[in-house]
């Protein structure tokens, strides 16, 4: 499981970008707070700055034809296996929006992508 450098979202290969879907509802729901090397840096920050990941990786497939259930632009939900949010607090957006997400994580990613025969121009 990982989260994709956001500079990188738009240049995704569909797989990768749907499976960024998968794994960021995962971790909305019942994943949240579940150790994970990876993507453990997530729970060091309100739940809030998932959802704004979320959103820029929904967006990206909104943009590449696909339909997210709508529910997921709502930042309470957590999937119909979890209990939803009661007003989770609004945070304000940053650039990046997780402070880990910086130029070294940026070349981890894309040499990630160029092991499973992805290059990313």
Known sequence: MRLWHEELISKLPRQQLLGQHREIAALR?????KKHSTVD????YSPYKLYQFHLLVMN?????GYRPNDNWFDPNYRGIHCEPYNKLEEIPDTCPIYPEHNDAYLKKCVDNLKEKGISIQ
């Open 29 to 33: 729901g019942n994943g949240w707070g």
């Open 41 to 44: 840096y997530v729970f060091k």
């Open 60 to 64: 990206e497939m909104i943009s590449r």
